[in-house]
Each structure stands twice: as structure tokens, then as C-alpha cells.
Nanobody, 117 residues
Framework: QVQLVESGGGLVQPGGSLRLSCAAS????????MRWYRQAAGKERELVAG?????????NYADSVKGRFTISRDNAKNTVYLQMNSLKPEDTAVYSC?????????WGRGTQVTVSS
């Protein structure tokens, strides 16, 4: 069964940190580009960060999170991570994991991140 399961969300104060995890199963994880998206209430979904399946594991980030968020992957554990530092209230959203290969897109259900004092 193909699955992407996110974890690590929660409530954090401004300036705090969270580490999201996305555990993959049921497909060949190492071949897929992995991405984190987020969707805030009343807004469109946006790409937050991505990491390729290639040896160099190229990464890309939304301008709004550059220097604060870091995406990484552990192919031995079939898991992708999103380390989020210096969180801001505008980072509040549901964060979802995506696996992409050619015409295939797989999605997790998402995890809520709320940044508030």
C-alpha cells in the first residue's frame, strides 16, 4: 500500500523550531523527488521545499523560507524531513509531503503547524 505519513506538527511560539517527518512506504522512495507543500486557511497551496532523488540531492526553497527551513532525506529510512527554524505566524499552515516521479504524484494527508504566542 502506497503511503506518505507526516508527523511532527504542532503549536509553537514565534521564533521556535519544529522538525517535520514524512515516512514513505509502498513505492521505491529513492527514485522520487520529495517535496513539502503547505496550505494556509483561505490560501492556495504553495511549494515550500524540494529535494531531488539524484546523488547530489539538489534542494530548492520558497523565498519566504530560505535560510530558515532545511529539507533533507534519509533513503535508508524512506523518510524526508523539514527542519523549520525561526518560525513566524505566517508559517501557520497544513504541511503536506509529496513524492514526484514523471507523471506520478503521491500525497500525504498533512500535519498542522501553528505558530502563535
Amino acid at each position: 500500500q502506497v503511503q506518505l505519513v507526516e508527523s511532527g506538527g504542532g503549536l509553537v511560539q514565534p521564533g521556535g523550531s519544529l522538525r517535520l517527518s514524512c515516512a514513505a512506504s509502498g513505492f521505491t522512495f529513492v527514485y522520487y523527488t520529495m517535496r513539502w507543500y503547505r496550505q494556509a486557511a483561505g490560501k492556495e497551496r504553495e511549494l515550500v521545499a524540494g529535494i531531488t532523488s539524484t546523488t547530489d540531492r539538489r534542494t530548492n526553497y520558497a523565498d519566504s523560507v530560505k535560510g530558515r527551513f532545511t529539507i533533507s532525506r534519509d533513503n535508508a529510512k524512506n523518510t524526508v524531513y523539514l527542519q523549520m527554524n525561526s518560525l513566524k505566524p505566517e508559517d501557520t499552515a497544513v504541511y503536506s509531503c509529496n513524492a514526484h516521479l514523471l507523471a506520478n504524484d503521491l500525497w500525504g494527508r498533512g500535519t498542522q503547524v501553528t505558530v502563535s504566542s
